[in-house]
């Protein structure tokens, strides 16, 4: 079984072919170096630079595979949620693939691709119930799952998400977009010395960061000269993690899983990687937890791909 997915939701560019869970190829232009200049992602340049290279992610996607068209069964896409005039390219694309090729047609849910992203290559399955975490540059979510056919929101961010967080934080340090690598860098070589609060613990589990990212702010103009600014980012990067494991823990132990999914462009820090999973084995050693491999777990085609692999397989 043969997919061609595509993803256009945000900022890159991304087709890939899979058969069944396995990546054959996945091509993806980011516009990070485009984008930078703007300290976040321009949406009408996002949609000119989407149609400037759709067709050669696609033609290169095909070659690295070495299929044709022809041997394609199954089209897939990003449906939402993202921005809209990007989004709509690559539902053009797939539609016209579909049409021309005249195969079923899977619109996908970039957060749901997320999840599944942790499924890429591998073998191994989720055993339910089970939690999922999405931690990416525009959502913070947390769901509860008995099968695939069943996701119910927990909770999730009431201002920033997680990766919004991590990029406001970095312009304040005085770095450009994308913030979370650069943090995971700076914060390599600091201590966790700075005193960061914590939300509020309202027992909810819904999020909020947006007061952190303030008080970083509130730092920087306070300490100005004497600010260290790898010290800054690490103990931005340790209270993150600290808040992402709280909530979990609180999620888990309000629903006992015994899969922990974590999805979103901010699990490719390997810090929080690290810190969740040491947690997680305090709480029940018997939990599998599942990420992304590094190279799937920020925006891809593979992961729609996967998506609507399960989609095929469980009718939803
Ligand atoms: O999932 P994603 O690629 O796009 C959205 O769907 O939003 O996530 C992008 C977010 C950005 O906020 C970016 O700063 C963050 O993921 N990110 C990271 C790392 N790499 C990307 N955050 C922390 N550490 C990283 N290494
Ligand atoms: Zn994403």
Redesign the pocket.
């Known amino acids: 079984m043969i997919i061609l997915a595509i993803e256009t939701?945000?900022?890159?560019t991304s087709v890939a072919i899979l058969e069944a869970k396995k990546v054959i190829s996945n091509v993806t232009i980011s516009q990070i170096l485009e984008q930078q200049k703007y300290g976040g992602v321009l949406p009408s340049l996002a949609a000119k630079l989407h149609i400037k290279n759709i067709q050669k992610v696609l033609l290169q996607a095909l070659r690295e595979a070495k299929k044709s068209p022809l041997e394609i069964d199954y089209i897939a896409y990003t449906e939402r949620p993202?921005l809209i005039i990007c989004l709509q390219i690559g539902k053009i694309m797939a539609e016209t693939l579909a049409l021309y090729l005249n195969k079923p047609l899977f619109p996908c849910n970039?957060?749901a691709g997320?999840i599944y992203a942790s499924l890429l290559d591998k073998q191994e399955e989720w055993i339910f119930p089970a939690l999922a975490l999405?931690?990416?540059?525009?959502?913070t979510q947390i769901y509860q799952a008995n099968n695939h056919s069943n996701f119910a929101l927990l909770g999730e961010t009431l201002d920033d998400?997680?990766?919004?967080?991590?990029?406001k934080s970095?312009i304040l340090l005085g770095y450009t977009?994308?913030?979370?690598?650069?943090?995971?860098?700076l914060a390599l070589a600091g201590q966790n010395v700075y005193r960061l609060p914590f939300p509020k613990n309202d027992h909810s589990l819904d999020f909020s960061f947006s007061g952190l990212k303030s008080e970083v702010g509130r730092l920087i103009n306070a300490k100005r000269e004497s600010i260290n600014i790898k010290d800054l980012a690490c103990s931005l990067?340790h209270i993150l993690a600290k808040i992402l494991g709280q909530k979990l823990k609180n999620a888990w132990l309000a629903n006992p899983a015994k899969t922990i999914i974590i999805?979103?462009?901010?699990?490719?820090?390997?810090?929080?990687r690290n810190y969740l999973v040491e947690e997680i084995k305090k709480w029940d050693e018997k939990i599998k937890v599942f990420f992304p491999e590094?190279k799937y777990?920020?925006?891809?085609a593979a992961m729609i791909g996967i998506l609507a692999y399960y989609k095929f397989l469980y009718g939803k």
């Open positions: 939701s945000c900022d890159e993202g970039h957060l997320h999405i931690i990416s540059g525009g959502h998400a997680v990766g919004e967080c991590l990029d970095a977009y994308p913030g979370g690598p650069v943090i995971e860098k990067q999805g979103g462009g901010v699990i490719a820090n390997q810090f929080l590094i777990s920020t925006d891809n």
